[in-house]
C-alpha cells in the first residue's frame, strides 16, 4: 500500500508539471496543509509515548503508584517533581502537542474537499474521543485546568472561543460534566468506516472500535465520581453500558510498537538503550503481592527469591543487583501500551455493580473474577494460576470490604500504567509506604508548573487557591474518604 501510495504522488507531481507550473513554488518538505489523518496518527503516539514512558522527566506515576522505586537518584520516588518541572513538561506535552494536534486535526477534516460530510462526522467524533481522553487524563492529575479558554473550541464543541495565552482554569467537576457530555454525542455517532484507514493506530479505520472505546472512557469517568456523586456515576453508566464498552482483547484501545527506534515502546529506551539501571521493584507492590501469592510476579519482575519479589524500600537509594527488577518482557521493544482494555473495563463494571447499578446478567463478584482472571491471562499466565488465585481467602470476593478488595486487584493489575494505577490507589484509599527519603505521602494531585506562574499568574493562582495554595496534599474532587 505505502508503494502503491507513493508511486501515486509521484505521478501526480509530474503531472502537475505539465498543467500547473505554479505547483513549483511549494515546498514539498514543508507543507501549508499537513492532513488530518497525519496529526490524528501523531497525537496518538504522542499521547501513549506520554502514558506508556516512565522517563523521570515526564511521568513519575508508576512510582507514585508505588509498583517500582528509585536505585542512585530518588528525588522523583520521593516526589520531588519540581525540580525537573515534571509538572509543567506534562502541560506541554499535553497541551501543545497532543490537544494542540487534534485542534488542527478538526480544521483539517473540516476543509478537505475529499471527505464526505458522513467521514467527516466520523472523524471529529474519532479525534474528539481522544481530547477527551487527554482532558480526562490532565483533570486527574492537576484537578482544575483550561478547558474553555485551551485551545480555540470548533465546531462540535459549542461557541466559538477565541484562544487566548492567558486561559482560565474550569473546576475539574464541570470539566468532567462536559467530557461526559461530549462522549455521549460521540457514542450517538460513531459507527462504520472512519476514513482514516491505516492513520487510525488504534483501530485501523473501523469506528465500532472506537464507540466501544468511547463507551469505555465515559465508563471510567462514572465510576471515577461514584464517591463524589452517584446519581451522576448512575446515568454516565447507563448511556455506556447501553454504548456497548471493551469486553474482548481484541477490542482494546492498544498501540503496538516497532521493534526499532524511533517507534519502540518508551519503556524499552528507558529500560534498554538508555544503558541505564534506575528502576527497581517497589516494596509497597512486593509485598502486597508476595502475601497473595500472586502468579503475576515473575512476569512483572525478575531476580526474585524464587517466587518471592525482592522489594525496594520505597523511595530510598537501593543497590540494584540486590532487588527485583522489571521483567523481560518490559525489555520488549514492540509491547503494546493500553489506553483502556477489557481487564480495566471488567473492573469497572465490577465496581458498578457492588454500588448497585445492574449489569445484565452479572453480578459484582463475577465481574470482580472475571478481571482478576482476565489480567492474569493477559499478562501470560494461565486459567488454572487465575482459579487457584481467586480460591485463595485473601483475593476472593469480599462484599464486605469489597471496595479494598477490589481496588487492590486492580492497582496490581495496573502495572507500568502509572497513571491510572496511581488513580486507583487514590479512588479506593489504598495505603502506601512513606517515602523513606523525604518521609511524606504519596501527592494526591500535582501542583502547577512554573511557567503557569511566570505567564498566567492571575489565573493560575486562582486555580491553586482551590487547593489549599496549590497543595499536592488537597485532593481533586472526586477523592472521597
Known amino acids: ?90 502541560f506541554d506535552v499535553l497541551y501543545t502537542e497532543v490537544l494542540r494536534d487534534l485542534a488542527e486535526a478538526e480544521k483539517a ?79 450517538a455517532i460513531l459507527g462504520g468506516d472512519n476514513g482514516l484507514g491505516s492513520y487510525d493506530l488504534l483501530y485501523g479505520g473501523n469506528s465500532d472500535g472506537w464507540k466501544k472505546f468511547a463507551s469505555s472512557v465515559l465508563l471510567r469517568l462514572a465510576v ?8 451522576r456515576a448512575s446515568s454516565w453508566g447507563a448511556t455506556a453500558l447501553a ?68 522489594g525496594a524500600p520505597y523511595g530510598l537509594a537501593s543497590a540494584y543487583p540486590l532487588f527485583s527488577q522489571p521483567g523481560d518482557l518490559l525489555e520488549d521493544p514492540t509491547l503494546a501500551h493500553t489506553l483502556i482494555d477489557h481487564v480495566e473495563v471488567l473492573f469497572l463494571l465490577a465496581d458498578a455493580a457492588a454500588r448497585g447499578v445492574p449489569i445484565p446478567g452479572a453480578t459484582a463478584e463475577g465481574l470482580y473474577q472475571a478481571a482478576v482472571g482476565a489480567s492474569i491471562v493477559n499478562w501470560g499466565g494461565t486459567a488454572t494460576d487465575a482459579a487457584a488465585y481467586l480460591a485463595q481467602p485473601s483475593v476472593a470476593w469480599d462484599a464486605t470490604n469489597w471496595q479494598s478488595r477490589l481496588g487492590t486487584q486492580k492497582w496490581i493489575s495496573l502495572f507500568m500504567r502509572g497513571n491510572e494505577a496511581w488513580a486507583a490507589q487514590r479512588q479506593y484509599d489504598l495505603p502506601m509506604n512513606i517515602a523513606a527519603e523525604a518521609q511524606r505521602v504519596t501527592p494526591l494531585r500535582m501542583s502547577y508548573g512554573v511557567d503557569e506562574y511566570a505567564l498566567n499568574n492571575a489565573n493560575v493562582t486562582a486555580a491553586g487557591a482551590n487547593y489549599q495554595g496549590d497543595k499536592d496534599t488537597a485532593p481533586i474532587f472526586w477523592d472521597k474518604d
Open 224 to 231: 471515577r465520581v461514584a464517591d463524589h456523586d452517584l446519581a
Open 243 to 310: 454504548g456497548g464498552v471493551i469486553m474482548t482483547p481484541a477490542d482494546d484501545a492498544s498501540l503496538q510498537y516497532a521493534s526499532a527506534p524511533p517507534h519502540t515502546n518508551p519503556l524499552w529506551d528507558q529500560l534498554v538503550q538508555s544503558g541505564r539501571s534506575d528502576f527497581i521493584a517497589a516494596n509497597t507492590l512486593g509485598d502486597v503481592m508476595n502475601s497473595l501469592n500472586d502468579p503475576r510476579r515473575g512476569i512483572y519482575f525478575r531476580n526474585n527469591n524464587g517466587d518471592s519479589v525482592v
Open 1 to 90: 500500500m505505502k508503494k502503491f501510495l507513493l508511486s501515486a504522488g509521484i505521478a501526480c507531481a509530474v503531472a502537475s508539471c505539465t498543467s500547473d507550473i505554479t505547483s513549483l513554488n511549494v515546498n514539498p518538505k514543508s507543507p501549508e496543509q499537513v492532513p488530518a489523518g497525519a496529526l490524528v496518527a501523531n497525537a496518538t503516539i504522542t499521547l501513549t509515548d506520554y502514558l506508556a514512558t516512565i522517563n523521570v522527566n515526564l511521568n513519575n506515576f508508576s512510582m507514585w503508584a508505588q509498583h517500582i522505586t528509585e536505585t542512585t537518584y530518588t528525588d522523583e520516588a520521593n516526589f520531588d517533581y519540581p525540580n525537573r518541572d515534571v509538572n509543567g513538561n506534562t
Open 109 to 187: 477534516v473540516d476543509i478537505d474537499i475529499n471527505l464526505s460530510e458522513a467521514q467527516k462526522e466520523q472523524q471529529m467524533a474519532v479525534i474528539d474521543v481522544l481530547e477527551v481522553y487527554t482532558f480526562q487524563i490532565l483533570v486527574d492529575i492537576f484537578g482544575d485546568v483550561p478547558y474553555t479558554e485551551a485551545l480555540s473550541s470548533y465546531k462540535i464543541h459549542g461557541p466559538v472561543v477565541v484562544e487566548t495565552v492567558v486561559p482560565a482554569y474550569d473546576k475539574g467537576e464541570d470539566i468532567y460534566t462536559g467530557l461526559a457530555a461530549r462522549l455521549t454525542a460521540d457514542i
